[in-house]
């Protein structure tokens, strides 16, 4: 089993950008889609962007536009370009196998905190 680890997040100002880090233990490869997550105080997980084994991207309305979902498999890490941020974008990342997800053997790290704030 790949075990995943975020990094990345900080605290950054309203319009700032952050890239989070997705680091993979075995190779990702195989995995057909690797997605986003984030879980902000009081609110449940949400699905924020993901990303094939193609290349084929997908994102929340709430960040499209200003978030890029990418994917190095040979570096075995999955990327998140944050751009624009708005405090309400302020949560706990996480990077998921969206196959394991839906297999039910999903594993979820620690995260990485985003925080936005003046």
């Known amino acids: 089993q790949v075990r995943l680890v975020e990094s990345g997040g900080g605290l950054v100002q309203p319009g700032g950008s952050l890239r989070l880090s997705c680091a993979a233990s075995g190779s990702i490869f195989s995995i057909y889609a690797m997605g986003w997550y984030r879980q902000a105080p009081g609110k449940e997980r949400e699905l924020v962007a993901t990303i094939t084994n193609g290349g084929g991207t997908n994102y929340a309305d709430s960040v499209k536009g200003r978030f890029t979902i990418s994917r190095d498999n040979a570096k075995n890490t999955v990327y998140l370009q944050m751009n624009s941020l708005k405090p309400e974008d302020t949560a706990v990342y996480y990077c998921?196998?969206?196959?394991?997800?839906?297999?039910?053997?999903?594993?979820w790290g620690q995260g990485t905190q985003v925080t936005v704030s003046s």
């Open positions: 998921q196998d969206l196959g394991a997800v839906v297999r039910r053997t999903d594993n």
